[in-house]
């Protein structure tokens, strides 16, 4: 495990507050904040806040996060980016009154999973992506549960991928989000492990 710098990252859409405050990054979301391209909702939404690095194959990554989820749509996690098109959102989401743990993998539309986690609320969150050349394998847990796979999706090996900690607030502004760490770890090497 490897600890990466939160100075060594390159925001996509800065957000309007950001601090390190004892080793922690804190994040204030802007207004309307979001990612989201086309499927159900016929919009296209490229607003939301990632602090990125490079993500090569056969690496992975892990962030581990807490904040008070209470607005409609409130995010945070692991953001893959490519392009405006080709990015991968890796988290939670407050969504009809319950916090849900998915992922938004979008390849020119947006293709969205989600289980409901109420039992997370007020808890860390720990999220970890792991890449081959051409998938991901993403995997959650909090400080009382233990890693749950969520979701193993293609992506397009001829882009240049980089990834981060997320977050944003689709339907308000001053959503705060404290990542507790950010980290380099080996990648799965298998998809089904009984010692995640």
């Known amino acids: ?3 990466i710098g939160w100075g060594s ?4 859409h800065e957000p309007p507050e950001h601090r390190v405050d004892d080793g922690e ?6 207004h309307e904040s979001d990612f989201w391209r086309s499927t159900g909702y016929d919009f296209i939404h490229y607003s939301g806040h990632g602090l990125l690095i490079d993500f090569p194959p056969n690496t992975a990554m892990e962030v581990e996060f807490s904040a008070e989820w209470t607005h409609e749509f409130d995010q945070a996690g692991l953001l893959l980016h490519a392009d405006e098109s080709h990015w991968v959102k890796a988290g939670v989401e407050f969504a009809d009154g319950v916090l849900g743990l998915g992922a938004v993998v979008t390849d020119e539309k947006s293709d969205w999973s989600v289980g409901h986690v109420p039992e997370w609320m007020g808890q860390r969150i720990r999220v970890r992506v792991s890449r081959s050349r051409d998938a991901i394998t ?12 969520v979701r193993l999706a293609p992506i397009n090996p001829d882009l240049t991928w980089r990834a981060g900690p997320l977050a944003a607030s689709p339907t308000r502004a001053g959503l705060e989000v404290t990542f507790h760490s950010w980290v380099r770890v080996p990648a799965d090497d298998a998809i089904h492990e009984s010692n995640h």
Do not use: F, H, N, Q
């Not at 990054?25 to 802007?30: E, F, G, K, Q, Y």
């Not at 993403?138 to 796979?149: F, G, I, Q």
């Open 9 to 12: 990252g390159i925001w996509l």
């Open 138 to 149: 993403v995997r959650a847990k909090t400080e009382s549960d233990p890693w749950r796979l």
């Open 1 to 3: 495990m490897t600890a």
């Open 25 to 30: 990054l804190i994040v204030t979301t802007d």
